[in-house]
Nanobody, 122 residues
Framework: QVQLQESGPGLVKPSQTLSLTCTVS??????????WIWLRQPPGKGLEWMGA???????YSSSSLRSRTSISRDTSKNQFTLQLTSVTPEDTAVYYC??????????????RGQGTQVTVSS
C-alpha cells in the first residue's frame, strides 16, 4: 500500500521560505514512469498544481510559481521536498503531495497525501 505524508511548519511568516517534505512509503520514488507532485488548495479555491519531480529527478513547475519554487528529492530517505520562497498571505493553503504514473498532471492522481495546512501570517 502506497502512502504519502506531508510534513512541515504550519505557520510561516511573510517573506520567509516555506519548506515541505513528502515521505513516501510502499513505493520507491525512483519507480519507473512515476511523477511526484506538489499541489495546494487555498481557502475557497480549487486545487492548484505547483510542480513535480520525475522518477529520473527531472523537475517541473507551474509557470506562475516558477520563480519561487524549488522541488528536490532525497532518494535515500524516499522523500521529495518543496521550497517556496518569499511567501505572502496568498500562499496560505492546504498543501498536498501526490504520486502518479506516466503523467505529472491528472484530475485523479494515483496516490495523494492527506494534506497539511500552511498559514502565512506575521
Amino acid at each position: 500500500q502506497v502512502q504519502l505524508q506531508e510534513s512541515g511548519p504550519g505557520l510561516v511568516k511573510p517573506s520567509q521560505t516555506l519548506s515541505l517534505t513528502c515521505t513516501v512509503s510502499g513505493a520507491s520514488i525512483t519507480t519507473n514512469s512515476y511523477y511526484w507532485i506538489w499541489l495546494r488548495q487555498p481557502p475557497g479555491k480549487g486545487l492548484e498544481w505547483m510542480g513535480a519531480i520525475s522518477y529520473l529527478g527531472s523537475t517541473y513547475s507551474s509557470s506562475s510559481l516558477r520563480s519561487r519554487t524549488s522541488i528536490s528529492r532525497d532518494t535515500s530517505k524516499n522523500q521529495f521536498t518543496l521550497q517556496l520562497t518569499s511567501v505572502t498571505p496568498e500562499d496560505t493553503a492546504v498543501y498536498y503531495c501526490a504520486g502518479n504514473r506516466d503523467s505529472k498532471l491528472s484530475s485523479n492522481y494515483d496516490y495523494r497525501g492527506q494534506g497539511t495546512q500552511v498559514t502565512v501570517s506575521s
